[in-house]
């Protein structure tokens, strides 16, 4: 299995390749009003509208403001799109002769982490992209931004 891994703060993150749509530089959002505190605000990805995941909240990590060094990561499931706010991406690795844990033997109470893996470089901590999506903040934020982006019928 491919994932693409990312750094956090001091820490390392991963999402399975079939999950991950494209890999854009940070931009400044537009903020959601009334969104959970896990959304940052919107991304207009050429017409797209998309929630952003602070990755540093979601994990209880120091919150900062988006650098111009940042990336979002694009990532979709079968339900909706969304992006992760991340400090850099850093490369596609290959996992399968990783040595894998599934995340409730490592990190009881992580319902957002599928399973840790020891690479070379460290402990990567892979993300369930389904999981997250059907988060209850992420789901009101996906119904903020359909309510905000519906225009008049026409």
């Keep these: 299995m491919e994932a693409l891994l990312f750094d956090v703060g001091d820490k390392r993150f ?11 530089r940070a ?18 990805l050429r017409g797209r509208i998309l929630p952003v995941i602070d ?6 990590l120091d919150s900062r403001k988006i650098r111009h060094t940042d990336y979002f990561i694009v990532v979709a499931t079968d339900e ?4 992760l706010h991340v400090d850099v991406a850093i490369d596609l690795v290959q996992l399968a002769g990783c ?13 957002l982490i599928d399973f ?9 901590h892979v993300i369930d992209i389904e999981r997250l999506a059907a ?9 903020l931004v359909e309510s905000q982006t ?4 026409t």
């Design 55 to 60: 990755v540093r909240r979601l994990f209880s």
């Design 135 to 143: 988060m209850e903040g992420t789901l009101s934020a996906a119904a």
């Design 116 to 124: 840790v893996a020891k690479t070379s470089d460290g402990l990567v």
């Design 80 to 83: 909706r799109t969304l992006a």
């Design 150 to 153: 519906e225009g008049p019928s």
């Design 27 to 44: 931009v400044k959002l537009s903020p959601l009003p009334q969104a959970p505190d896990i959304v940052e605000g919107l991304l207009n």
């Design 99 to 111: 040595d894998v844990q599934a995340a409730s033997t490592v990190l009881p109470q992580t319902g």
């Design 14 to 24: 991963g999402v399975q390749l079939r999950n991950v749509r494209e890999v854009v």
